[in-house]
């Protein structure tokens, strides 16, 4: 299992860039093979590892995850190309469909038959991102054009919870980017639906890329309640609520991985034996106790 860690947005000296630059430069410097950007509100993901990333140590950087309703597929496979150029190779472009909530509510798109939507998305965005010519009419998206963009033949996860989704992940995509999943519902969920998918479809097998809330301490109850204060938006939106379900979890808190260093890999390994590829650390508590542990997990 491969260990990377999410970014934070905090800025450094006023500039966000820089920030991350150094973030991504302490992840290379402690032996994780990947730095990961959500894409909310804030900074554009893919602008900004690209723009901290050119100035950083090699390491591999990912979206966790761009939503798609808002970019046509041909846009963000040329945007996502552009960077995966710039940064020598060394983009991978998490995608995912967000929540009704916010597609209908903040950007006023339809959220009707969002499998659909995704199924024709990829339909367009993989050839493209592969070089290829796409002439695409489905019920919602079309596109009739060729990218000339350098940097072709980048890995795509899809963020997929659900059966169909995940199944679709592992026929057409490299793998899935998962939040708020825990390692039952992994494997007995996630791992076998994606595998089989990928060996039906004749693909090598999928990465399965878990990020969870991390915390090493002695006070683990304090840590779950932490938690719980700042991801409690997670454990209402519908997708994750269900793997939250699925898990037995009550609460965001729950399917942390939090406890002294011991207990921390513990659940660590108990991840990998779930079927994770590579764990991407968001530590929430603890940092530094937490990225120590990690360190020393990553260089082992």
């Not at 406890?259 to 650390?281: H, I, K, N, P, S």
Request: aromatic share 6%.
């Amino acid at each position: 299992m491969r260990y990377g860690i999410l970014l934070s947005e905090s800025a450094k000296d006023g500039d966000p860039i820089t920030g991350l630059r150094d973030q991504i430069a302490g992840a290379a410097e402690r032996g994780f093979t990947s730095a990961w950007l959500s894409n909310i509100f804030g900074l554009d993901a893919i602008t900004a590892l690209t723009a901290a990333g050119v100035q950083a140590p090699p390491l591999e950087l990912g979206t966790a995850v761009v939503p798609t309703y808002p970019r046509h597929p041909a846009v963000l496979a040329q945007q996502a190309m552009t960077a995966n150029a710039a940064l020598g190779g060394r983009f991978t472009l998490g995608i995912g469909l967000s929540h009704q909530v916010v597609i209908e509510g903040v950007y006023g798109y339809s959220f009707e038959r969002p499998g659909r939507h995704m199924k024709e998305y990829l339909d367009i965005l993989l050839p493209l991102s592969r070089g290829e010519q796409v002439s695409y009419q489905g019920e919602t998206l079309k596109a009739e054009l060729k990218l000339g963009t350098p940097g072709a033949g980048l890995p795509v996860l899809v963020a997929a919870l659900g059966p169909r989704m995940l199944k679709l992940a592992g026929t057409v995509a490299d793998g899935t980017v998962l939040w708020m999943t825990g390692p039952k519902t992994i494997a007995e969920h996630i791992a076998p639906t994606i595998r089989a998918a990928a060996a039906e479809a004749g693909r090598p097998e999928p990465r399965i890329v878990c990020s969870l809330p991390i915390s090493v301490t002695d006070d683990p109850e304090g840590a779950v309640a932490r938690a719980n204060e700042i991801f409690s938006v997670y454990g209402t939106l519908p997708s994750y609520r269900a793997m939250l379900d699925r898990e037995g979890a009550a609460t965001p808190g729950d399917v942390a991985v939090v406890g002294d260093e011991d207990t921390v890999l513990a659940r660590l390994d108990q991840l990998r034996q779930a079927g994770v590829t590579d764990f991407v650390a968001s530590p929430f508590a603890g940092r530094q106790r937490t990225l120590d542990l990690l360190t020393g997990a990553a260089k082992s």
